[in-house]
């Protein structure tokens, strides 16, 4: 029932399946949550760094940039790439960049995240450097509780000063700030959206509050509302997967858009007392159907979820996992299926097939990770790559 298209056996032992014109639709529809949330029009960064969490930066660049209105990515490499794929969109530089490349961010007008004076003069000098009367836009940086990166609070408006008084190349067309625990400390995350409006009052009785201003990543804009934000960073929750892993109901406004699959490569009948896999962490008790599947660790299937209860789908059903996971293979029990699986048959590690699924949340929970790691590790290129 659940058999392999004929172009998929003939191309790949595993891949992933992408569903971009689903993550368009996860876009505008997490645009509706975060106006609701707000109370007021709020505009939304696509956030695709890591390959877009492994979704594949390229295509989902290319059908976002018609909606979205910033890309948020982390590094100059990531910035090329959206900007290869005719994306007009702006660009925003998530975090601090090394200092060579720097010159290329200015010569390509992308948008960097300032947290200090010292990044500030850098960008300053580029501009100088590149000549003519041009500006460069540039965000501050807030630290208001992530402790990654931003001024202090203590230390923010010396930033803010020093960019107006020594930096003429530059202006500042946004702040943001970041929340460490939207998904798990309400009492924290309130308070810190307090405390980032409060220093947001105090800028703007200055005069000087910038047009874009964004706190909220995933976790935070589907209950958090900054009540000076005019921007939502969308990331996990951009391609349909829930930040509050399995603690909260699926949100079903939101689409997954990643599947991982593989092909089954042998099927064997295992006697009682026969090992499986590496270090024999299981051995059979009784007479045993064991599936072989093409996928492991080496391309992204965590070796952590071995003896932990994982499982993949096969033929509609889930069937566990025996033993530990190898570097390019996994063994499963399909002893309980009504129908004998085939070499090439299709298991999913990752998505739907019927009426189960494997969730990414499901698989960080049983691995002791994220679903954020689970989704960017199946970037490795033996996996093929296919859009549905």
Not at 276 to 297: C, L, W
Not at 325 to 334: K, L, Y
């Amino acid at each position: 029932m659940w058999k392999v298209k004929d172009e998929l056996v003939s191309r790949n032992r595993a891949w992933v399946e992408t569903d971009p014109d689903a993550v368009l639709k996860n876009l505008l529809v997490m645009r509706r949550v975060a106006c609701e949330t707000a109370g007021r029009a709020m505009q939304v960064m696509a956030v695709v760094k890591a390959d877009a969490y492994g979704h594949g930066l390229d295509r989902i660049a290319a059908v976002l940039d018609a909606e979205v209105d910033l890309f948020g990515v982390a590094c100059v490499h990531e910035a090329m790439r959206v900007r290869a794929t005719g994306a007009k969109s702006g660009i925003l530089l998530l975090g601090s960049i090394p200092p060579d490349d720097v010159s290329t961010v200015a010569a390509n007008g992308w948008i960097p995240t300032i947290s200090s004076v010292g990044e500030a003069d850098a960008y300053q000098q580029a501009m100088v450097d590149l000549g003519g009367d041009a500006r460069l836009d540039v965000h501050l940086v807030v630290d208001t509780g992530m402790g990654r990166e931003g001024a202090v609070l203590s230390e923010f408006f010396g930033l803010v000063d020093h960019v107006r008084e020594s930096c003429p190349a530059l202006t500042v067309g946004g702040v943001m700030s970041h929340y460490p625990s939207a998904d798990e400390d309400e009492a924290f995350t309130v308070d810190q959206t307090a405390r980032f409006d409060g220093l947001m009052d105090e800028w703007a009785a200055r005069g000087e509050l910038p047009a874009v201003i964004h706190l909220a990543n995933s976790a935070g804009l589907v209950g958090q509302a900054s009540r000076h934000a005019t921007m939502v960073r969308g990331g996990l929750l951009l391609y349909g997967v829930s930040p509050l892993g399995t603690a909260a109901a699926p949100d079903e406004r939101f689409i997954p858009c990643l599947q991982v699959k593989a092909r089954v490569t042998l099927v064997r009948d295992l006697p009682a007392g026969h090992g499986v896999s590496y270090g024999r962490k299981f051995v059979t008790e009784n007479s045993t159907t064991v599936a072989t599947v093409a996928i492991g660790y080496g391309d992204g299937y965590f070796r952590h979820l071995s003896c932990t209860g994982a499982a993949v789908l096969i033929n509609g059903k889930r069937c566990p996992l025996l033993g530990n996971i190898t570097m390019d293979q996994i063994m499963v029990d399909v002893s309980d299926l009504d129908e004998r699986p085939c070499r090439g048959d299709e298991a999913v590690v990752l998505g739907r097939q019927g009426a189960e699924e494997i969730s990414a949340a499901e698989l960080a929970e049983r691995a002791g990770t994220i679903s954020w790691e689970i989704l960017t590790r199946f970037g490795s290129p033996r996996l093929g790559r296919v859009e549905v």
